[in-house]
Structures are given as structure tokens and as C-alpha cells.
């Protein structure tokens, strides 16, 4: 089973898979703004959907919030251009995905 959660304190979303860390989603908070800036998962659950839960669940969050995003990560900023549901996230401060 997979769950993601914010962990403020680190400044990340992590994922879990069976109670193992599997990956994290790293952000700073500019104001209202969340900043991706990088996202990681262990190689041991590549290519099982655990990057893009990790994602959505993140990007759900911010919306959630009602903050707006800076996608600097490649990782997500690539999930967003994948995934045009998520572009109205994206703050004035960051570049827009073509989508």
C-alpha cells in the first residue's frame, strides 16, 4: 500500500510503500507559493507508479491548500505537462508547462 504525506519539518512530501520510505518530493514555501525543487524515488520501486502517486498526491495537496506552485523539478514539472488538470496550479513566479 502506498501513502504519501507532508512532512513540513523537512520540507518534503514523502511516499511510503508497505511502511518503507520509498521516495520524497522536496519543496520550499515562498508565501502562498510551494517551490518543487527536486523529487526522488529509491530505485527499488522505479517503474510501479510510485513517482506519479507521489506527484498527484502532492499536487492534490497544494490545491488543497490553496497555494499556487513553482514546478523547478523536472519530475514534476513534467508530471504537469502530462497531466494539464494540474497547469492552473502554477504561479505567475514559475514558467507555465505547455500543455
Request: hydrophobic residues 30%; charged residues 30%; proline residues 5%.
Amino acid at each position: 500500500m502506498m501513502s504519501v504525506r507532508d512532512v513540513p519539518e523537512r520540507s518534503r512530501y514523502e511516499i511510503t510503500v508497505d511502511g518503507r520510505l520509498a521516495g520524497h518530493a522536496d519543496y520550499h514555501d515562498k508565501g502562498e507559493v510551494r517551490v518543487f525543487v527536486h523529487t526522488e524515488v529509491d530505485d527499488a520501486f522505479e517503474g510501479h507508479g510510485v513517482g506519479s502517486t507521489l506527484a498527484r498526491e502532492a499536487l492534490d495537496d497544494v490545491r488543497a491548500s490553496g497555494r499556487t506552485l513553482v514546478p523547478r523539478c523536472p519530475f514534476i514539472r513534467a508530471y504537469i505537462e502530462r497531466h494539464p488538470e494540474y497547469a492552473d496550479l502554477v504561479s505567475s513566479q514559475g514558467s507555465r508547462p505547455r500543455g
